[in-house]
């Protein structure tokens, strides 16, 4: 059983920039494809990004494409998200996940969740 826990979230006005971090239990988070979903009230859990076990390929949602950016450091067993120029519409929990493969990171297939982290943007 992995634990995975993140933190970072806070509440932010537009165009400022927060990292996400989510830190895994287990030695055996690189052999996981790690990635971040988010909901929004009233919203279906939706993707964000992902990334394979050894860091040198990513997938980011189009949303979020040139804003945020995902990477890993295997040896914290920990998986980041930079998000710059933060729009209210991000605002949502953020949700730290593991997974197979990068090209069906989808809720279905999920392994492991955490427990979320609240984004609030300002306008």
């Known amino acids: 059983q992995v634990q995975l826990v993140e933190s970072g979230g806070g509440l932010v006005q537009a165009g400022d920039s927060l990292r996400l971090s989510c830190a895994a239990s287990e030695r055996t988070f690189s052999s996981y494809v790690m990635g971040w979903f988010r909901q929004a009230p009233g919203k279906e859990r939706e993707f964000v990004a992902c990334i394979t076990r050894n860091g040198e390929g990513t997938k980011h949602a189009d949303s979020v494409k040139g804003r945020f950016t995902i990477s890993r450091d295997n040896a914290k067993n920990t998986v980041y998200l930079q998000m710059n120029s933060l729009k209210p519409e991000d605002t949502a929990v953020y949700y730290c996940?593991?997974?197979?493969?990068?090209?069906?990171?989808?809720?279905?297939?999920?392994?492991?969740w955490g427990q979320g982290t609240q984004v609030t943007v300002s306008s």
């Open positions: 996940a593991a997974g197979d493969t990068l090209v069906l990171f989808t809720t279905t297939r999920i392994h492991y």
